[in-house]
């Protein structure tokens, strides 16, 4: 059973990936979530990192779609993300994780500022305050990252948190 607290905290993750607020998400919400994190990293769009970021949000996007676009009118409504992809992504957590792995594989290359393979703890908080979530959450979460305090963040460690935080309650 679906508890009404689950609910609004879907709700919430709603609105993170409604990057543009227009009520749905949306193709745009991808590649405006791309262009935002280029911006806040100054990469260029045209550049390797910033084509695979666009490629990983249209990714990204196609998966979301094929899980909660029931209507298929290439927009998730509010309702299409309540009802189908909080369900079926909690059903199912791993393919969350592929469907979005892409993404932010690509997004971790452009935070990664020294090119070594991995974030710092303040890069990915700012990943996470660019993709909408709360600065007073995304600081903690990219902490709880870096569990043996290294100030490395890789991939291994991003993309299982990240399916955890949009798919179930903390
Ligand atoms: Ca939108
Ligand atoms: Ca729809």
Redesign the pocket.
């Known amino acids: 059973m679906v508890s009404s607290e689950y609910e609004r905290r879907i709700a919430d993750r709603f609105a993170t ?10 193709r ?2 991808f590649s ?1 979530a791309a262009q935002a994190l280029l911006t806040e990293f100054d990469v260029a769009a045209r550049s390797d990192r910033g084509q695979a970021l666009y490629g990983g949000a249209e990714a990204f996007w196609q998966g979301m779609a094929g899980i909660a676009d029931r209507d298929g009118d290439q ?1 998730i409504s509010r309702a299409e993300f309540v009802t189908g992809a909080v369900k079926r992504l909690r059903d199912n957590p791993d393919r969350f994780a592929e469907i979005a792995r892409p993404f932010l594989h690509a997004a971790l290359a452009v935070a990664d500022a020294d090119g070594d393979g991995a974030v710092t703890v303040e890069e990915a908080a700012r990943v996470l305050t660019v993709l909408g979530v709360p600065a007073a959450t995304a600081r903690p979460v990219a902490a709880r990252l870096d569990a043996d305090g290294d100030d490395r963040i890789g991939e291994n460690d991003a993309v299982p948190a990240f399916a955890r935080y949009f798919t179930v309650p903390e």
Do not use: Y
Request: charged fraction near 45%; hydrophobic fraction near 15%; charge should be negative.
């Open positions: 990936f409604d990057q543009d607020g227009n009520g749905c998400i949306d745009e919400d405006g927009r």
